[in-house]
């Protein structure tokens, strides 16, 4: 429908490993459609009176390829891509159990899934499908890992990581749960060194944090992710290791919260627990020498200050943790009194780096170009000057760590990088990319990287040298696939370049991103990371790739499990003659309703629900179930389907109804209308126009679809309610009819297009609205008579609480941008004091623009 849409909206990559494609029927997809061709009014001419499930599948199978195709045309301003993340652990366990290769399954999977999807009709912009385990995409991974490598962004180092011993990888922090166990597999996660690669993502942290503040739509989401980053107010230091005054080579960073105070550094304290100490350090065995538990180890390690060039000792920390994640910190006496003390009990020397003035302000002494600066004047200036010097400075939090991205499992992308024994680590260079994935005889999932066992790939030659040397054989984690996919959507056949910068101006930031909030901490945070380095890079003009994010609940499925055991059972062996339901081989069941998944047996194929109730029953019920953002439980013994059943069949009734009227060709006379039948119709024409003034908000502000949904039940209970009199002969009838259509049309076009079908054939008709023909889908969206915004003494507030519609309180208008006043005046009506009395409320959200107050209380 012309106007009803944004520019761009997209979904995160779909997920081909499971059967399904998450948020595929989390609303709002465009069009759920059933195909084939029958025929019905818009073919015979002929209406029937009642609508039955026969002519459902009808209507839904005669308008599937002319809404496809109307879609088509009206979408050119319209960018609604789809794509697959096709690497990853699932695919390849998958691939393995069945015995096949991991391309096979995997592009079998998504040819199977194009297929339902299509069937559904669900009209995405194909001709921008992505797929993240082709080559013509992979390539461009590639290319920004090497833009990072060589910004010293993306770099390799030992690590003691988080190994998950069933699928033999590593994982990210955040792909461990509260309870120590990986998210994919369950298993509980083991602590192993390994040489990793790393993103340092928390060189942006800080910009990264700024920026949330300029995303005002980002609901509960930027709060999330605020969190989740931390306070940035340290920084890291680079330092060279040296023992006995000889370099060793190595470096190492360091955390200090107060990096103003840098010059007054007494010692580098490290953890037990550190790399140093369990890897393959040249400093080990010097550490393992002074190293004693329980106590503050004064080592003959030394470190200097890469942006100071001051040396100070590496002291092993007698304790088991620093602050968040650190393992590596600066002691620096001035700030601390633990600092202060272990300096001290270690004999050690320092600069004094503060001293106070006259007036009591703390001042940077023995600081070289930066003494005589205020604390914050050098804080400023000093961490501004390591990041010129590439050496630190980048403000951090204690919390985040660096972006693990190694994963020792074969399906994944290639990182594009060779070892050398002459040039150490050298980039592929970019002409040769891609870095292509090689076909394995065998895959087992055990043991170490399985490219290992590739020797023709491993064993190359250095770019540089031309010497021999080998690939690296760990590959990429998935999330850096998905880091990047909105950008080439925008130009997805590009084989000169990830995208061409024109195009990504054009279409980011997204209008509208659709999404769980399970990406809150890792995918979103992961791809506005590589949306600012794009833009450092001068690749697009913009940091922030998401303008605004409608943020999905889940479809959780009824799930049946043993009490005693935690085994999940088939609904089949469930045996529900009795009061509660028993396994049928005996034992309790524990009956709840879970994220759908087939270990779960839970799971629904949605044209099973399609064949039984038809796509635009399952679109409204999605939609009118629950708001966006919360789960929805699948029970087609609820109320919400049976509703949704009943509002199409009264839609349906009210066209019959209004062509029966005008069936003999009488001429309606609007003149012939009663005082009484006159204001009937008065009140019809301000349900229409508050309607109209609801719904618009709804679909293109708050995406409150279940409220739109309601709005539209309640116009057409009143027109439901006219007399025969009135619907006969006025406008106002046929022009709500036809306004309530229209808007239905977007979450029920098969029957909106066949209802509007029937308006448009009625005999003498009123209303412009239905004289102009054409498609419903090609209808302008209607907009609200100016006559009904002149400005009243009162108004009516829709009140909501916890996006829930509960009804109105009328107020005057005077008040009704003031927050305070309005809850005020809501707690003390009758409505509020019957809902809201002895509730805690935490936090109420006023929009004068739409009369609405909305509460949030604690349920």
């Not at 299509?118 to 461009?140: I, K, N, Q």
């Not at 340092?200 to 503040?213: G, Q």
């Not at 190492?252 to 105070?261: D, F, G, K, M, R």
């Not at 524990?590 to 047996?601: G, L, R, W």
Request: glycine share 6%; proline share 6%; hydrophobic share 40%.
């Amino acid at each position: 429908m012309q106007g009803s849409v944004r520019r761009l909206a997209q979904y995160p990559l779909g997920v081909v490993w499971s059967g399904h494609v998450r948020g595929a029927l989390r609303g709002p997809s465009p069009c759920l459609l059933f195909p084939s061709i029958r025929t019905l009014f818009s073919e015979t001419g002929v209406w029937e009176k009642v609508y039955q499930p026969e002519t459902r599948r009808r209507v839904e199978e005669w308008w599937h390829p002319r809404i496809m195709a109307r879609w088509r045309e009206s979408a050119e301003e319209v960018l609604n891509p789809m794509g697959w993340d096709a690497f990853g652990l699932p695919a390849e366990n998958a691939a393995i159990e069945r015995g096949l290769d991991p391309e096979e399954w995997t592009k079998s999977n998504i040819q199977s899934m194009r297929e339902q999807l299509d069937s559904l009709g669900l009209c995405f912009d194909w001709d921008r499908e992505v797929t993240t385990c082709l080559p013509d995409y992979y390539r461009w991974t590639q290319y920004l890992f090497i833009k990072l490598y060589e910004a010293g962004l993306a770099y390799q180092k030992e690590a003691v990581v988080n190994w998950d011993p069933v699928d033999q990888t590593v994982l990210a922090d955040e792909q461990v749960d509260e309870n120590g166990r990986s998210w994919r597999s369950g298993a509980v996660v083991e602590q192993k060194m390994l040489k990793q690669w790393f993103i340092k993502t928390t060189n942006y942290a800080k910009p990264l944090l700024d920026a949330l503040a300029d995303l005002p739509e980002w609901y509960g989401v930027k709060a999330m992710q605020a969190n989740w980053i931390g306070e940035c107010s340290g920084c890291y230091f680079d330092f060279k290791l040296k023992v006995n005054g000889e370099e060793t080579g190595e470096t190492l960073s360091a955390y200090s919260s107060s990096p103003e105070t840098v010059f007054g550094a007494a010692y580098l304290a490290i953890l037990p627990t550190h790399r140093l100490l369990y890897g393959n350090s040249s400093v080990r065995p010097t550490l393992e020498k002074a190293f004693k538990p329980g106590r503050d180890c004064l080592t003959e390690v030394t470190a200097c200050n890469l942006f100071t060039g001051l040396e100070v000792p590496l002291v092993v920390s007698h304790k088991e943790a620093f602050d968040g994640y650190l393992d590596t910190v600066i002691g620096i006496p001035d700030c601390s009194e633990e600092d202060l003390s272990i300096a001290r009990s270690l004999n050690l020397s320092w600069n004094t780096a503060l001293k106070e003035d006259d007036n009591g302000i703390q001042m940077l002494i023995n600081s070289a170009e930066f003494s005589g600066l205020t604390r914050q004047q050098g804080f400023d200036s000093i961490t501004q000057k390591a990041r010129e010097q590439k050496v630190g400075g980048h403000l951090t939090s204690p919390k985040l760590r660096d972006w693990l991205i190694s994963r020792q499992r074969y399906w994944g992308t290639p990182i594009p990088v060779v070892h050398c024994a002459s040039c150490g680590t050298v980039a592929v260079p970019e002409e040769e990319l891609p870095v292509l994935l090689p076909k394995l005889a065998s895959l087992t999932g055990k043991g170490a990287s399985p490219l290992e066992a590739a020797h023709d790939w491993v064993d190359c030659k250095c770019p540089r040298c031309k010497g021999p040397a080998r690939r690296e054989t760990d590959t990429m984690d998935t999330f850096v696939d998905s880091a990047w996919y909105y950008f080439r959507y925008t130009d997805p056949r590009n084989p000169r370049r990830p995208f061409e910068r024109q195009l990504a101006d054009h279409w980011l930031p997204v209008d509208v991103y659709i999404g769980g909030k399970e990406h809150a901490v890792m995918h979103l945070y992961y791809a506005r990371f590589l949306s600012h380095f794009c833009k450092d890079l001068g690749l697009v003009s913009h940091r922030e790739p998401f303008w605004k994010l409608l943020v999905q609940g889940l479809i959780k499925g009824q799930t049946f499990k043993l009490a005693d055991s935690g085994q999940y059972l088939k609904r089949e062996e469930i045996d529900f003659t009795g009061k509660e339901p028993v396994a049928c081989g005996g034992g309790r069941v524990e009956v709840t309703f879970e994220k759908m998944s087939k270990s779960k047996h839970n799971g629904l194929d949605p044209q099973d629900v399609v064949q039984q109730y038809g796509v635009d029953t399952m679109r409204l019920y999605v939609l009118y179930a629950a708001p966006p953002e919360q789960d929805i439980l699948w029970n087609v013994k609820t109320d919400a389907l049976p509703g949704v059943l009943r509002w199409q069949s009264r839609l349906w009734q009210l066209v019959t109804k209004l062509r029966e009227v005008r069936q003999h060709g009488d001429v309606p006379i609007p003149s012939s209308l009663k005082k009484k039948e006159l204001a009937e119709a008065r009140k019809i024409w301000e349900n229409m126009n508050y309607a109209i003034q609801e719904v618009t908000t709804h679909f293109t502000e708050d995406f409150l679809f279940n409220t739109a949904i309601s709005r539209l039940m309640g116009l057409s209970n009143t027109l439901n309610g006219a007399t025969a009199k009135v619907v006969q002969h006025s406008l106002e009838f046929e022009e709500a009819l036809a306004v309530l259509v229209l808007m239905t049309a977007p979450m029920a076009p098969h029957l909106s297009s066949e209802l509007w079908a029937g308006l448009c054939q009625v005999n003498n008709p009123l209303s412009d609205l239905i004289q102009r023909g054409g498609d419903v889908l090609q209808q302008q969206w209607p907009t609200v008579d100016p006559k009904y915004l002149d400005v009243p003494e009162f108004v009516e507030l829709s009140v909501m609480i916890n996006n829930k519609a509960c009804g109105t309180v009328t107020i005057p208008l005077q008040a009704s941008k003031d927050l305070e006043l309005v809850r005020q005046l809501v707690l003390e009506s009758p409505l509020g004091q019957k809902l809201l009395a002895g509730c805690f409320i935490k936090r109420a959200i006023l929009s004068p623009r739409t009369a609405l107050i909305n509460f949030l209380i604690d349920e």
